[in-house]
């Protein structure tokens, strides 16, 4: 199909659709550093490059779709967060965001700690190498037999997510002759995401053992009785995407509070305080996250300020970012199959994967952007839909961007900041094939989580 055989789509002169978008950009050849990863930057024939490799030349060698990490990207931002923490604070990744093996390498030698949630991270953990020591395990439903293993290999800590637990953890260290460190995630009564947060006295959701009514008290009383356990704080985990610091205010105030509660009660300075992750990234140019030091630099002055007002030793604090170490760092790369302009609408480009590969617009209505990345291109921005090719409407990729109305079939394009809650919540819908993960470096590109095959898919379906 030639270029110019699909009538005109809509262009941005026309009155535009209702959407949730803002003017086009000046310049739709321009990449904002803002969603980009660190190394990418377009070649002299316009062509785009990770880590100084082109992305025809990737998609020819890796196909597509596919998610390309820019490892340099990843170690800096690493290194960002630790440094910005410093010594007397702990970062942990969150392993949920995205995990293999080639990661937990890059987070051992980049000095960071790790979250797992389940038997299979966990496992991921421990066979590339991670100290358990290094390790935290969460999840308001660990089984006995994930906890047996946690216990036994020894990790960091266990955070405590109800009642049940605190007695099945005591339990399983106890019969192996252990004492487990662990924490007692609290419900705070805040819930934070981008610009809002919502601070109650209550709570309604799954997680964690509430503030409210003295259930953490009581969570507290419980786990100080019980000698497989050795309690060392209390952890508190808000939200996701948050932009704004003040929901952290309210939640470490609440958390203080109660340190403050059970030194009163019991006589004893719990040591650690675990705010959580969920802090922002860049989808779109109109996101502006804060840098980590900005973060370390309020979160240790909002827990040392309520600390002073109650009397207690600062605690040493950790955090557990996910999206904002990984997501920054990757883009799904995907070639254009077909484009349908609807005049005054919009046009619909539909791409090689879809939600199998990012379910997160369906799921969230999350926002991306999306960019025309095998070429440059001086025509009209056109509004455009990015679908993928499942059978389900609602498979959108990217709801509403801007790409040059010349776009034809063939042509590829990418949708940045990928790298966080994507390939990790990919599917096999539709018998979808799950999309490698390469990490580009230097020049030089490696296949770190491989494209599932029909045979995989074979595997399974045992007839
Ligand atoms: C999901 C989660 C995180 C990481 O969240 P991000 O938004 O990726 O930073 C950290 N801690 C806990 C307990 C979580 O559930």
Redesign the pocket.
């Known amino acids: 199909m030639s270029r110019s055989a699909h009538p005109a789509g809509p262009r941005h002169a026309d009155v535009l659709p209702e959407g949730h978008y803002s003017a086009p950009p000046a310049d739709l050849n321009q990449l904002d550093p803002k969603v980009w990863a660190r190394t990418v930057s377009r070649d002299e024939r316009g062509v785009v490059t990770v880590g100084g490799i082109a992305v025809d030349a990737l998609a020819e060698e890796f196909g597509t779709p596919a998610y390309f990490l820019d490892e340099t990207d990843f170690r800096a931002r690493c290194r960002a967060w630790a440094e910005a923490f410093g010594k007397d604070a702990d970062v942990f990744y969150?392993g949920?965001?995205f995990l293999s093996r080639a990661v937990v390498r890059w987070l051992e030698e980049e000095g960071l700690n790790l979250?797992v949630c389940s038997g299979g991270e966990l496992s991921t953990a421990l066979s590339a190498g991670m100290p358990a020591e290094r390790i935290a395990f969460?999840g308001n439903n660990k089984s006995e037999g994930e906890i047996r293993r946690a216990v036994e290999a020894g990790v960091g800590r266990i955070v405590l997510d109800s009642f049940q637990e605190i007695v099945r953890v005591a339990h399983v260290a106890q019969s192996l002759g252990k004492r487990q460190r662990v924490q007692i995630r609290v419900t705070v009564g805040v819930e934070a995401h981008t610009h809002e947060f919502i601070a109650t006295a209550h709570e309604d959701q799954k997680f964690g053992i509430a503030l409210a009514g003295g259930q953490a008290a009581e969570a507290v009383r419980r786990a100080l009785k019980l000698d497989g356990l050795e309690l060392i704080g209390i952890h508190s985990?808000i939200g996701?995407?948050i932009f704004d610091m003040a929901g952290f205010e309210v939640s470490a105030r609440r958390v203080v509070q109660l340190l403050a509660e059970v030194r009163d009660e019991h006589g004893v300075e719990l040591p650690e305080i675990d705010l959580?992750?969920?802090?922002g990234i860049a989808y779109t140019s109109e996101d502006d996250p804060r840098e980590p030091h900005e973060i370390a630099k309020a979160l240790s002055e909002i827990v040392t300020r309520e600390c002073e007002a109650a009397g207690l030793r600062t605690p040493r604090i950790s955090v557990?970012?996910?999206?904002?170490i990984v997501g920054p760092t990757a883009f799904t790369l995907y070639r254009v199959g077909t484009v349908k302009p609807l005049e005054g609408l919009r046009t619909y480009v539909s791409v090689d994967g879809g939600m199998s590969d990012n379910i997160r617009t369906a799921l969230y209505d999350a926002e991306y952007s999306v960019s025309l990345v095998s070429r440059t291109s001086e025509a009209e921005p056109m509004l455009s839909r990015v679908v993928g090719k499942h059978c389900e409407s609602g498979d959108i990729v990217v709801r509403d961007a801007f790409l040059p109305s010349d776009l034809a079939p063939g042509d590829l394009i990418a949708v940045p900041a990928t790298g966080?809650y994507c390939r990790s919540m990919a599917s096999n819908y539709n018998h979808a094939l799950r999309p490698p993960v390469v990490a580009v470096r230097d020049g030089e590109a490696r296949v770190i989580v491989r494209r599932e095959t029909e045979e995989d898919l074979l595997r399974l379906d045992v007839g």
């Open positions: 969150a949920k965001a979250d969460h985990h996701s995407q959580g992750g969920g802090l557990e970012p996910g999206r904002a966080a």
